[in-house]
């Protein structure tokens, strides 16, 4: 607890909301540590949101269908809003938007891994949508129920927007594997190629994971990084069973005693590498986050200066 | 949401909405969130395209957040005292035998 004396009838408040499971909201008191936390995992939540639409958006141009191209359009586009749905709850607790973008492109604000990896075949936009958003519902649906208010309402809204994510790329890997050998072995290719990046997706494992057990005790988190991963785990296996398609790692299998499947160690090396800026898109994505903030520049001055002059004569016409 | 902040570090950004949609006619306006835009129209334009991609409205305000002036939640129990111990305005405070039709 790092309240001092005179906070101290704040901090015990702070503490009964928690206790008692109800949302502390954003001009409640709270300690300095419980509000970096949260601006850290919303910032850095938001920030995936906005870096992820990149590896999908590539592809907006050469979808195989007028119905693929809708369809992929309005998932990027709810990426974006679900960014901005996060730093807008992120804004609630005195951070500031400008700040926060150039924390993002300037590599002093991290986002989630995955989106590090690029997207090869028009299969890995399927893959994205089945695994990659199935593995974000699967860390989210808790955070519906996450301590802090805005964040836990902005999840409701992400939550339900993320099934249709999920869905989408379900069918579109359905319909390819119900065409050529071909088309099969790309979504294969897809599949062994994200399978263990995604599980990186849950984080380092708990017993390294520095942050966990006060987030936990604040009811930031709900669930551990081990549990999440092991229940994704469980949930993805009968459908890739459904779809056709193996799964990369000779040691899945069913543990009856545990009630739950056994399955590899994650390559926690390449994870570090990949978050500490060394995988294989970390500079690009920066990079087109950064021409698209620069390349804004000129949108933003231009309204600002725009709304500037229109108040100014609808000051002089009163 | 963000109307209880202040704008942060003073560079030139365009100002903070809040934003407040009516589900369906027949109910409240109802807060969603915020966002940032130059002026109002472009405000209610961006609110459209952010917080209704599913229907999720028919009619929306947008406001200034530094418009808005909120309760303190620190002066939360004496700031709302005045109705703690008015249990009489509740129809429940009021015994009427189980014969008597209609109230």
Redesign the interface.
């Known amino acids: 607890m790092t309240a001092t004396a005179p906070d101290a009838g704040?901090a015990e408040q702070f503490e009964r909301t928690i206790a008692r499971d109800q949302r502390v909201?954003?001009?409640?008191?709270m300690p300095e540590k419980f509000r970096a936390t949260v601006i850290r995992q919303i910032a850095q939540h938001a920030h995936s949101e906005i870096i992820g639409m990149q590896p999908e958006g590539n592809w907006i141009t050469r979808a195989p269908s007028l119905r693929r191209k809708a369809i992929l359009l309005?998932k990027v586009?709810?990426e974006a809003?679900h960014g901005?749905?996060l730093y807008?709850?992120c804004?609630?607790?005195?951070?500031?938007?400008?700040?926060l973008t150039e924390r993002l492109i300037t590599g002093r604000q991290k986002y989630s891994s995955i989106f590090n990896y690029p997207a090869l075949t028009f299969a890995d936009v399927g893959v994205i949508g089945w695994l990659v958003d199935g593995a974000a519902v699967c860390n989210q649906v808790p955070l519906c129920r996450s301590s802090y208010g805005?964040y836990a309402?902005?999840m409701i809204r992400i939550c339900k927007?993320e099934s249709f994510h999920q869905r989408q790329g379900y069918e579109l890997l359905m319909t390819m594997m119900s065409g050529t050998a071909g088309q099969r072995a790309m979504v294969q290719d897809a599949v062994d190629r994200w399978w263990w990046p995604v599980l990186m997706m849950f984080g380092p494992p708990d017993r390294e994971s520095a942050n966990t057990a006060q987030s936990m005790a604040w009811k930031i988190k709900r669930h551990t990084n081990d549990e999440l991963r092991q229940r994704f785990v469980d949930m993805t296996v009968p459908q890739a069973e459904a779809l056709g398609v193996t799964l990369p790692d000779p040691d899945l299998r069913w543990n009856p005693q545990r009630g739950a499947h056994d399955f590899g160690e994650v390559d926690w090396d390449e994870m570090k590498q990949v978050v500490a800026g060394n995988g294989p898109c970390n500079a690009e994505r920066i990079a087109q986050r950064k021409a698209a903030h620069d390349g804004g520049a000129w949108v933003?001055?231009a309204?600002?200066a725009?709304?500037a002059k229109?108040?100014g004569r609808e000051r002089t016409v009163a | 949401?963000?109307m209880?902040?202040?704008?942060?570090?003073g560079?030139?950004?365009?100002p903070?909405w809040e934003v407040f949609i009516r589900g369906k006619r027949g109910l409240n306006h109802v807060h969603v969130?915020?966002?940032?835009a130059?002026?109002g129209e472009?405000a209610l334009r961006n609110a459209r395209?952010?917080y209704t991609?599913?229907n999720e409205g028919v009619s929306i305000w947008v406001v200034p957040s530094a418009s808005i002036t909120?309760s303190?939640?620190?002066e939360k129990d004496p700031f709302f005292a005045p109705s703690g111990d008015k249990v009489y305005r509740h129809p429940t405070f009021y015994d009427i035998p189980d014969n008597v039709p209609h109230m």
């Open positions: 704040l909201e954003p001009r409640d008191w309005a586009q709810d809003g901005l749905y807008s709850a804004e609630t607790l005195g951070a500031d938007r400008t700040d805005p309402r902005a927007e933003r001055e309204a600002a725009h709304a229109k108040a | 949401m963000s209880e902040t202040s704008t942060g570090a560079r030139a950004s365009w903070l969130g915020s966002l940032h130059a002026d472009m395209d952010l991609r599913r909120a303190s939640p620190d």
